[in-house]
Antibody, heavy 124, light 107 residues
């Protein structure tokens, strides 16, 4: 079955960097777009970034554009999120999610699998 | 960016009740609307995609409807495990915005 396992979270000082990883298994990783979604403590879900199946295209939320970089290594079945210039407002649980984009009878795009999340705390 | 507005933000109901949550998009998103359930301390779980298609393994008491800008999630015959927070999400275009969430608790 599909498994997504995030790692790399922790406590980091403002202005520093952190890299998150998401190890994928149970599906053909190189065939699917992948996303990062975050959730600040007690708050709702915020979409962060997407990378297409081949790594050729990425998009970011305005709140992280220019500071975060999403990437993937299809040979290692791993998704990454490089987070630079971290701010207190980046404190959140970060989830990776697998996108399904169906072109058939029903045209749809949705996140059918999520990891368990990794907590990033930005604090001095 | 497309804004997603859910209502109500919170609601209380009893086991066996039927409830409806509404989600409105700031522009037409066709049927690119998904619903997720999130229990405390857990990752979100997909319930409905493409506005009204039930994800495999999700009970049929969850029903999604709507198109364009106005969407609904109806849960019939509420069960104890349904008390959670529900989010709508548009996947029409990036950023794939979520609604602010609707917390369903036991009356």
């Amino acid at each position: 079955q599909v498994q997504l396992a995030e790692s790399g979270g922790g406590v980091v000082q403002p202005g520093r960097s952190l890299r998150l990883s998401c190890a994928a298994s149970g599906f053909t990783f190189s065939s699917y777009g992948m996303h990062w979604v975050r959730q600040a403590p007690g708050k709702g879900l915020e979409w962060v970034a997407v990378i297409w199946y081949d790594g050729g295209t990425t998009y970011y939320a305005d709140s992280v554009k220019g500071r975060f970089a999403i990437s993937r290594d299809n040979s290692k079945n791993t998704l990454y999120l490089q987070m630079n210039s971290l701010r207190a407002e980046d404190t959140a649980v970060y989830y990776c999610a697998k996108e399904v984009y169906s072109f058939g009878e029903i045209i749809a795009r949705y996140f059918d699998s999520w990891g368990q999340g990794t907590l990033v705390t930005v604090s001095s | 960016d497309i804004q997603m507005t859910q209502s109500p933000s919170s609601l209380s109901a009893s086991v066996g009740d039927r409830v409806t949550i509404t989600c409105r998009a700031s522009q037409s998103i066709s049927n690119y609307l998904n619903w997720y359930q999130q229990r405390p301390g857990k990752a979100p779980n997909l319930l409905i995609f493409a506005a009204s298609s039930l994800q495999s393994g999700v009970p049929s008491r969850f029903i999604g409807g709507g198109s364009g800008t106005d969407f609904t999630l109806t849960i019939s015959n509420l069960q104890p495990e349904d008390f959670a927070t529900y989010y709508c999400q548009q996947s029409y275009g990036t950023p794939y915005t979520f609604g602010q969430g609707s917390k369903l608790d036991i009356k």
